[in-house]
Nanobody, 133 residues
Framework: QVRLAVSGGGSVQAGGSLRLSCEIS????????IGWIRQVPGKEYEGVAG???????DYADSVKGRFTISLDHAKNTLYLQMNSLKPEDTAMYYC???????????????????????????WGQGTQVTVSS
């Protein structure tokens, strides 16, 4: 059984930085996609950044050039380095993984299968990121 443990959220002023971590425990296999999804209360989920186990990243246009996703296989941990944060980045951030399809590899498709990912346990608890102006 896979478990995704998320940490690293917090409150910062605009222009600041935060780093989110998602520690993977259990057997997820050798080939998978993993990434970050965020949600503002009352709004739909938004794909932020995804990466394949081979290391190919993909970003939403809204975060390109500011956020960096990385995967440390030695530590079994996914990271999201968030720089130049803006108030519109304020959201609950979730870690999601998908060992069966490529959907979570890409920001544009990673929200497609959320109910399945949650049911199968490939969904981490959220961490709040709050950016003040």
């Amino acid at each position: 059984q896979v478990r995704l443990a998320v940490s690293g959220g917090g409150s910062v002023q605009a222009g600041g930085s935060l780093r989110l971590s998602c520690e993977i425990s259990g057997s997820i296999g050798n080939g998978y996609c993993i990434g970050w999804i965020r949600q503002v209360p009352g709004k739909e989920y938004e794909g932020v950044a995804g990466i394949s186990s081979d290391g190919d990243p993909d970003y939403a246009d809204s975060v390109k050039g500011r956020f960096t996703i990385s995967l440390d296989h030695a530590k079994n941990t996914l990271y999201l380095q968030m720089n130049s944060l803006k108030p519109e980045d304020t959201a609950m951030y979730y870690c999601a993984a998908d060992p069966h399809t490529m959907a979570v590899c890409f920001a544009s498709t990673m929200t497609n299968h959320i109910p399945i990912l949650v049911r199968q346990g490939y969904w981490g608890q959220g961490t709040q990121v709050t950016v003040s102006s």
